[in-house]
Structures are given as structure tokens and as C-alpha cells.
């Protein structure tokens, strides 16, 4: 057992950068210098959180693409946040596994990341059309932590001190065993079978000055503290942090509303239990995963007719084509048509149904919402447009059955209340796409 280093206080003005967000590798044995430690742990921000890079990359010319804003995780298209890596290549994560002292783990860190691999690695595959790929590298053993899991005062909002302890503590006890300059992602994962373990925790820590390890800088953590077995796709949501993706759902003040008014079913960033929890198109074009060529920005007042393939539709996937045939080769096409409708906001359509990702969607149709690039994480960056606002569906499985039903279906039409754009959905075409004319406002 590698001995374990003496706690280290840090400055108090070294605690106010950090916040959260809420949602068999390379390692080797490796034993750093006490100075080194407190050289890396002092790199904890005194400033506020990274909300724009120091050093943006342009991003999408088109003209209905929404300018990146200063708010955190900007829906804005404009240019992409360098401080974040893009999701367009493969990437890989270490999973670190974190014992305390005042319990013995029950389960295998084996079982721990069965937990959530492969079925993260699917998810965002089948999202990303093959385009990106999360490589898992859990450790093979639990890494003992200095202190019992009731010191840190783990829970969902947790405080700044305790939380920078936390990460201090983990980082001096992993990186004698692990390499971070090889890894992409860090999650730290906790026994969840601790006392001091709140399942209701587990988020994303951003640090507005990153970590140094092994010669790299580690921006943010996702501390995992889920219990076994996990909430569903619940990394892949904290990952969708990792690659600047802002929370969908609506916090109620006294917690004890409905949280998911915003998106409902409709978005994982809104909620990982979704029934079509595929990610929106404009986040499949944030990430890069849509070529401008699937993005159909429509202007001016005379009515676009437009082929809207599914969104979950990629190669190899199956789409129910018009006479109810199987149908296969969908996947390049327009996915996602947006009108402007202020400076600062949009409207999306996209098909959504039963494929790929959204395999359980309760209703099938073109989904309708509103982006806007300056509402922050949290704030309603995103909200579906309810198509049937009189009716709900799927009661006994959906986050939220009065959106369960929003989309446009086969037949009908809508208009966007207070914008005026009207959609169409005319009908399906013999491979499964949607035509459908979408007039602006």
C-alpha cells in the first residue's frame, strides 16, 4: 500500500474558481515529491469560472448559426471553446477508483465500470454517427483515499472547501499510479457504498486554472458518486459536460417541483432517464458531428419544402420507411433546419421517432424548440415547443408526459406561438425521411 501524504490546507482565495456542473488503462506506479503535490494543488483557480476560452476556434460560418456568448456553456455556434475537447476523434478516459477508510468496498472496480461501458461508448457513438468514440480506462484496484468518505461533506451542492479537498486528496493518491498526461478525461469514482457518499453528487468540477499533473493540465474532474447500479447513462451525461454541453433541465427553487419542464424526454442534457435521450441536432452541430451540408437555415417568408431525415438515422441503422418496410442508408442528409428569430435565438426542426438512441420515444414527428446562445446552464438554453399543449402521453415511463407528445406528426401542421412559423408535415418518404415545408414567420 503507497503511503499516504499529509493533508495540505490550501489558501482560502484558492477555493472560489472552482464550480460544478450537474448532471484497465495506462497506469503505472509513480511516487511524486511533496513539493511537487502542493505545486500542482495550488493551481486551483482564485478567480471565477472558465466561461470563454483564451484562444477560440471559428466554428460554423452559416448564417442561422447563433454567436457564442460569455455565458457558461453557450449554446452558440460561432466559434468552438478551446478549453474543452471536442468530441470528433477518439478520446480516452481513466477511471480512477476511490476507497475510504471508514468502509470496505462491496463491489469490484470491474463492476463499477460495467456500470457505465460499454453502453457510454455506444450512446455517443450512435450519436456522433461513428464520428467519436470514448475509450474507457478503468484502473484494476481501489486507490485509498487519506481521510474517511464522512470528511468531505459530499453532496449535491457541495461547498467549495470540501470540494477542493476532495480533488487534492484524489489527485495526491492517483497520480502515483496514473499517467494523466495520456488521458483525455479524468472520472473519479467513488466506493458508493461509503457513508460520506451521496449518489445525488455526481457532477463535473470545472477549475478556471487547471490542475498540472505529468505535464498536462486537467481543466475539469467528473466525480462520480452513482450508486451500483448507476442512474441510466448518467456518465454519458457529466461527459456531455467534458465537451461543453449545458444542463437542459429546470431546477426548481425548493427542489421539489418538476424538473424537467424545459425538454422533457427529449434531450440526455435534460435528463439521462429520457425515453429518447439522443442528443438535439444543435448540439450534434456544436460537437461537430453534422456537416453544413445537413443544416438547412431557412430565411426570408416564402415557404422551404425540406427531406428531414431522422435524426438517430446513421449507418447500419434501420428506419421504418413509408409502407412500413425496413429501410437502411439514411444518414447524410439535412438533419436539422433552423429559422432565425432574434439576434440571439432560434428555431429548430428535426425528426425525431423510435431509432437509435430514441429506440423507446413515446411519439413520433418533427420536434420544435427554441435555442437560445445567452441563456447559461441551467437557465433554459434549450426548450421544446409542445405541437399537442391540450394532451400528454406515455404516463408511466416519461420524465415529463405533457412533452411527451410535442412533436409534429404525420398530417398535420403547427404554428409557433408568438413567432408565427408554421411546419408542415407532409408525409414519409419510401427510406423513412420526413417532408415537410417549414414557412418563417
Same mark, same amino acid.
Given at each position: 500500500m503507497p503511503r499516504q501524504l499529509p493533508l495540505r490546507r490550501l489558501p482560502r482565495e484558492a477555493l472560489k474558481g472552482l464550480d460544478a456542473d450537474r448532471g484497465a488503462g495506462a497506469a503505472r506506479p509513480r511516487l511524486r515529491s511533496t513539493a511537487a503535490v502542493c505545486t500542482t494543488m495550488s493551481a486551483l483557480a482564485a478567480t471565477s469560472l472558465i466561461t470563454a476560452p483564451s484562444a477560440a476556434e471559428p466554428f460554423s460560418p452559416q448564417p442561422c448559426a447563433l454567436r457564442r456568448t460569455e455565458v457558461h456553456h453557450s449554446e452558440g455556434l460561432s466559434t468552438w471553446n478551446a478549453?474543452?475537447?471536442?468530441?470528433?476523434?477518439?478520446?480516452?478516459a481513466v477511471m480512477v477508483f476511490l476507497s475510504f477508510p471508514d468502509s470496505q468496498p462491496l463491489t469490484a472496480p470491474a463492476e463499477l465500470a460495467a456500470d457505465h461501458f460499454p453502453a457510454t461508448t455506444r450512446f455517443f457513438q450512435r450519436a456522433s454517427y461513428g464520428r467519436f468514440t470514448l475509450r474507457p480506462h478503468p484502473l484494476p484496484g481501489w486507490i485509498s483515499m487519506p481521510r474517511p468518505s464522512t470528511a468531505y461533506d459530499i453532496q449535491r451542492d457541495w461547498s467549495p472547501e470540501h470540494r477542493a479537498a476532495y480533488l487534492r486528496d484524489a489527485l495526491d493518491a492517483a497520480d502515483r499510479h496514473v499517467d494523466f498526461s495520456r488521458y483525455d478525461i479524468v472520472y473519479f469514482v467513488a466506493d458508493p457504498d461509503a457513508p460520506g457518499v451521496d449518489s445525488d453528487a455526481t457532477k463535473v468540477v470545472n477549475l478556471?486554472?487547471?490542475l498540472r499533473a505529468?505535464?498536462? $493540465?486537467?481543466?475539469?474532474?467528473?466525480?462520480?458518486?452513482?450508486?451500483?447500479?448507476?442512474?441510466?447513462? /448518467?456518465?454519458?451525461?457529466?461527459?456531455?459536460?467534458?465537451f461543453d454541453l449545458p444542463d437542459l433541465y429546470h431546477r426548481p427553487e425548493d427542489d421539489e417541483g418538476d424538473w424537467d419542464?424545459?425538454?422533457? $424526454?427529449?434531450d440526455l442534457m435534460g435528463s439521462q432517464f429520457g425515453l429518447a435521450p439522443d442528443l438535439f441536432g444543435w448540439?450534434?452541430?456544436?460537437?461537430?458531428?453534422?456537416?453544413?451540408?445537413?443544416?438547412?437555415?431557412?430565411?426570408g417568408g416564402e415557404p422551404v419544402r425540406l427531406t428531414l431525415e431522422p435524426l438517430g438515422a446513421g449507418p447500419g441503422v434501420v428506419v421504418t420507411g413509408a409502407a412500413g418496410a425496413p429501410a437502411f442508408g439514411l444518414g447524410r442528409g439535412?438533419?436539422?433546419?433552423?429559422?432565425?428569430?432574434?439576434? $440571439?435565438t432560434v428555431l429548430a426542426f428535426e425528426a425525431r421517432g423510435p431509432?437509435?438512441? $430514441?429506440?423507446?420515444?413515446?411519439?413520433?414527428?418533427?420536434? /420544435?424548440?427554441?435555442?437560445?446562445?445567452?441563456?447559461?446552464?441551467?437557465n433554459g438554453p434549450i426548450q421544446v415547443v409542445d405541437a399537442h399543449p391540450d394532451t400528454e402521453a406515455c404516463w408511466e415511463e416519461s420524465v415529463h408526459p405533457p412533452l411527451a407528445d410535442a412533436p409534429v406528426a404525420l398530417g398535420e401542421s403547427f404554428t409557433v406561438p408568438g413567432e408565427g412559423v408554421r411546419v408542415e408535415v407532409e408525409g414519409r418518404t419510401a427510406s423513412g425521411a420526413w417532408t415537410v415545408q417549414v414557412t418563417p414567420g
Open positions: 478549453a474543452y475537447p471536442k468530441p470528433v476523434r477518439a478520446l480516452d478556471n486554472t487547471p505529468d505535464g498536462t $493540465d486537467i481543466r475539469r474532474v467528473v466525480t462520480v458518486f452513482e450508486n451500483h447500479p448507476p442512474d441510466r447513462l /448518467v456518465l454519458a451525461h457529466e461527459t456531455g459536460h467534458v419542464t424545459h425538454v422533457g $424526454d427529449w448540439h450534434k452541430w456544436k460537437l461537430g458531428w453534422l456537416e453544413p451540408r445537413q443544416v438547412a437555415c431557412v430565411r439535412t438533419k436539422l433546419a433552423v429559422v432565425r428569430t432574434g439576434t $440571439d431509432v437509435g438512441n $430514441d429506440a423507446a420515444a413515446c411519439r413520433a414527428g418533427v420536434l /420544435v424548440y427554441r435555442v437560445h446562445g445567452g441563456a447559461r446552464s441551467g
